[in-house]
């Protein structure tokens, strides 16, 4: 099977940029997977930032950009704040209605 | 303004079936570019996707859970159910209903989840 991956761990400095990718344990990503991800802070359900590899969800600000870079989905975060501190998690589409969650990154601002 | 709210049993036994309930409003289930999705994440760990279904009433769901899953809807009711069979102590987790949204072409279709409820916590102990 299949296995979506993540950085488990990132550090930014506040006001920095970040990319944080998405990979598979076999093959590369493309548009063709759809990426779309999620910003999750402790204790709190999911927020929707990227769909559609690129696509913005309504109110995110565009500090948050997606990307292919390479074999690889990616998350950029310019202009890293206190508050972007979260775990991250991407999302790709498998075919057949069947979509995969990542095991999600843990960005540190510091 | 778009809210989805999970109901369900707090605490369930070994082998018993789990039935969670997702309520929405501010969107119609009759909405075909509009589904429903539960995710579940165990304490600590990662998110991760169970089932949706569509106005149309197409089903997905996910491949290693395929056997103890079955998700259904009442449209009058706005309500989404989904049911898991046979619950074991690494079911514990707190599970998730989200509107999922799809955009199909002639060729591909994809999906992005959008909002999220607050989750509910479902502990598997006996």
């Known amino acids: 099977q299949t296995v979506v991956t993540q950085e488990p761990s990132f550090s930014v400095s506040p006001g920095g940029t970040v990319t944080l990718t998405c990979g598979l344990s076999s093959g590369s990503v493309s548009t063709s997977y759809y990426p779309s991800w999620y910003q999750q802070t402790p204790g709190q359900a999911p927020r929707t930032l990227i769909y559609?590899?690129?696509t913005r969800s309504s109110g995110v600000p565009d500090r948050f950009s997606g990307s292919i870079l390479g074999n690889k989905a990616a998350l950029t975060i310019t202009g890293a704040q206190a508050d972007d501190e979260s775990d991250y998690y991407c999302v790709l589409y498998m075919g057949s209605g069947i979509l995969v969650f990542g095991g999600g990154t843990k960005l540190t601002v510091l | 303004q778009v809210t989805l709210k999970e109901s369900g049993p707090v605490l369930v036994k070994p082998t018993e079936t789990l039935t969670l309930t997702c309520t929405v409003s501010g969107f119609s289930l009759s909405n075909a570019r509009m589904g429903v999705s539960w995710i579940r994440q165990p304490p600590g760990k990662a998110l991760e996707w169970l089932a949706h279904?569509?106005?149309?009433?197409?089903?997905s769901y996910s491949t290693s859970l395929k056997s103890r899953l079955t998700i259904s809807k009442d449209t009058s009711k706005s309500q989404v159910v989904l049911t898991m069979t046979n619950m074991d102590p690494v079911d514990t987790a707190t599970y998730y209903c989200a509107r999922i949204e799809r955009v199909c072409s002639s060729t591909s279709c994809y999906y992005w989840f959008d909002p999220w409820g607050q989750g509910t916590l479902v502990t598997v102990s006996s």
């Open positions: 279904i569509f106005s149309n009433d197409e089903k």
């Open positions: 559609s590899t690129n």
